[in-house]
Nanobody, 122 residues
Framework: QVQLVESGGGLVQAGGSLRLSCAAS????????MGWFRQPPGTERLFVSAIDISGGQTYYTDSVKGRFTVSRDNAKNTVYLQMNSLKPEDTAVYYC???????????????WGQGTQVTVSS
């Protein structure tokens, strides 16, 4: 059974930092592109960032460019999202997901984690 487990969420003041981790039970983790999405209260799930299988190519939504960094460690079956200069509008449940190709679209992702809450206070 495939599992993606996010961790690292929490409450932080504006301007602070958090690092999210997503540990995957995928046997062939290095064959999957990985993505991060977020869902603010009362809204749909939105793309945040994605990274290809080698880590050499990344995508970011415009609102997080320069503040968030996605990375992966294939030896540890883990993908990370370093979030700096956090803003109240970054408040959301953050999800990691696995896809067969690098994509910004949620429908392209096969497996999803359960999410971790990030709350940024002003």
């Amino acid at each position: 059974q495939v599992q993606l487990v996010e961790s690292g969420g929490g409450l932080v003041q504006a301007g602070g930092s958090l690092r999210l981790s997503c540990a995957a039970s995928l046997r062939t983790f290095s064959n999957y592109a990985m993505g991060w999405f977020r869902q603010p209260p009362g809204t749909e799930r939105l793309f945040v960032s994605a990274i290809d299988i080698s880590g050499g190519q990344t995508y970011y939504t415009d609102s997080v460019k320069g503040r968030f960094t996605v990375s992966r460690d294939n030896a540890k079956n883990t993908v990370y999202l370093q979030m700096n200069s956090l803003k109240p509008e970054d408040t959301a449940v953050y999800y990691c997901a696995a896809s067969g190709s690098l994509s910004k679209f949620a429908n392209d992702y096969y497996f999803w984690g359960q999410g971790t809450q990030v709350t940024v206070s002003s």
